[in-house]
């Protein structure tokens, strides 16, 4: 079984490497991700590792880099900045060709070695700005 802390690095190449598959093993088959700034949680392992795919085929030269992770038992946060360049439809939207560089942080809560629930938060203005998207 994976410590928190190798749940966060797996998480971390499994997104770098664009494997939406990797990174959906990495939940639980009932997790929860609440992507704060767009809606409703997403449930479910099915569901998150469909929400990967359409990112990174969206955004195919999509990065993240963590810069800071904080442990404290079954529970992580991350501060992270990334970006990527809008290739693909995403959303609804034909892409733009607009590049968007984004700070956020996520909040993570590991049982059994695998993401139980996971809360993120970006700064929704600034990347559909970046994006040339209508913020509301």
């Not at 190798?6 to 971390?12: K, L, Q």
């Not at 088959?29 to 990967?52: L, S, W």
């Amino acid at each position: 079984m994976r410590t928190v802390r190798e749940v966060m690095v797996a998480w971390g190449e499994a997104w770098n490497g664009h494997d939406a598959d990797a990174l959906a093993a990495l939940y639980h088959d009932d997790a929860v991700n609440h992507q704060v700034a767009f809606g409703d949680p997403r449930v479910g392992r099915d569901a998150m590792r469909e929400d990967f795919r359409a990112f990174f085929a969206a955004f195919p030269d999509s990065y993240t880099r963590v810069e800071v992770t904080l442990i404290d038992g079954a529970r992580a946060a991350v501060e992270w900045v990334g970006g990527a360049t809008w290739t693909g439809p995403f959303a609804g939207r034909a892409p733009t060709g607009a590049p968007f560089t984004l700070r956020g942080c996520g909040f993570f809560f590991i049982v059994d070695g695998k993401i139980k629930a996971q809360r993120g938060y970006v700064d929704r203005a600034t990347w559909f700005g970046q994006l040339g998207l209508p913020i509301i």
